[in-house]
């Protein structure tokens, strides 16, 4: 998994980028795996399809 944090007054190429792979149950994949599920499982359709659906 690739992460890119937001971290304030960091952009572009100053952003801080990590690589992580799962090692262990709850480690740092797991915990950034969990925050993009939850945070994909709130998320709303941005425009509907033409057909209505979204």
């Known amino acids: 998994m690739i992460v890119t944090p937001l971290l304030t007054h960091s952009v572009g190429h100053d ?11 709850d480690g740092m994949f797991d915990r950034f795996d969990s925050h993009v599920e939850e945070l994909w499982a709130r998320g709303t359709p941005v425009w509907e399809e033409p057909d209505g659906q979204a």
């Open 15 to 25: 952003a801080l980028t990590l690589h992580l792979r799962r090692q262990q149950d």
